[in-house]
């Protein structure tokens, strides 16, 4: 999605749905990580934009990364977190690693579908099959919209989970 924030409404209303057992935060931080791929090869002026990341292997690959450096930062700073440590702890701790790993796998595996309905540049059966047989099957408005109105579904269904 040229603007990654769109992807967070579908979050939403997976954080919703699934409540405790999926951290949204994990979500957000999957979608902003896979993200960096295009960001770096616009900044270099260097198409294709989505490569590696945006493909079901990349991107499930990303998950568990960002997984073992989640379990990595929890454990170094519960060792060498100083003054701060229990106050760390407490944000990182805030969901189970179960609702880390849901995060993360969810974050990766709508943004590789939601970027395969509108990035001709993408190859999500990559390295199996070349291309994207997804394109086109709905317009990017069309998509932007889907996407807006689950975020304002989903609002008020985590908000009403959080009472
Ligand atoms: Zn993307």
Redesign the pocket.
Known sequence: ?PF?PF?FGPGLALKGIIGRHMSFSAFVVA?VA??I??LYYMLRNDPPL?RE??TAIGAMLLAVGLMLLWLLLRAGISRWGGRYRQRWLRGLSSSTPWAVWLGLLLGCGT??A??SLM?LD?APYAPFAGGNPLTGWISIAQLQWACLMAGIAGLPMVYLRSE
Do not use: K, Y
Request: glycine share 0%; no cysteine.
């Open positions: 999605m990654t992807h979608n896979i993200d791929e295009p989505h990341l945006h943004h590789i939601l970027d990035h993408m």
